[in-house]
Nanobody
Framework: QLQLVESGGGLVQPGGSLRLSCAGS????????IGWFRQAPGKEPEEVSC????????NYADSVKGRFTISRDNAKNTVYLQMNRLKPEDTAVYYC?????????????????WGQGTQVTVST
């Protein structure tokens, strides 16, 4: 069974940066596409980014394109989300999720494995 643990969240000022990590255990992440999603208080969950199992394909939501970068190190069984030029509207709980069919889609139902989330707060 795959387990995912996110880390790296915190409080940052607007314009700052954070790097989130999604560490896998139990199975190798090399066989999974990994997606990052976020949910702000009172809002529906939204997709942020995804990366294919090999790292050869990535997708980004329009709201983060050019500011966020997803990457992976399969040797470390970890996927990263580098977040730059953060805005207050990026404040949310960020979750990583794994898809064994490597679809790298925006459909949350296609990700059977989820982490517990990490809080990102962008504020002065």
């Amino acid at each position: 069974q795959l387990q995912l643990v996110e880390s790296g969240g915190g409080l940052v000022q607007p314009g700052g940066s954070l790097r989130l990590s999604c560490a896998g255990s139990g199975l190798s992440l090399a066989y999974f596409a990994i997606g990052w999603f976020r949910q702000a208080p009172g809002k529906e969950p939204e997709e942020v980014s995804c990366i294919s199992d090999s790292g050869g394909s990535t997708n980004y939501a329009d709201s983060v394109k050019g500011r966020f970068t997803i990457s992976r190190d399969n040797a470390k069984n970890t996927v990263y989300l580098q977040m730059n030029r953060l805005k207050p509207e990026d404040t949310a709980v960020y979750y990583c999720a794994a898809d064994p069919k490597n679809r790298c889609s925006w459909y949350r139902d296609e990700y059977p494995f989820w982490g517990q989330g990490t809080q990102v707060t962008v504020s002065t």
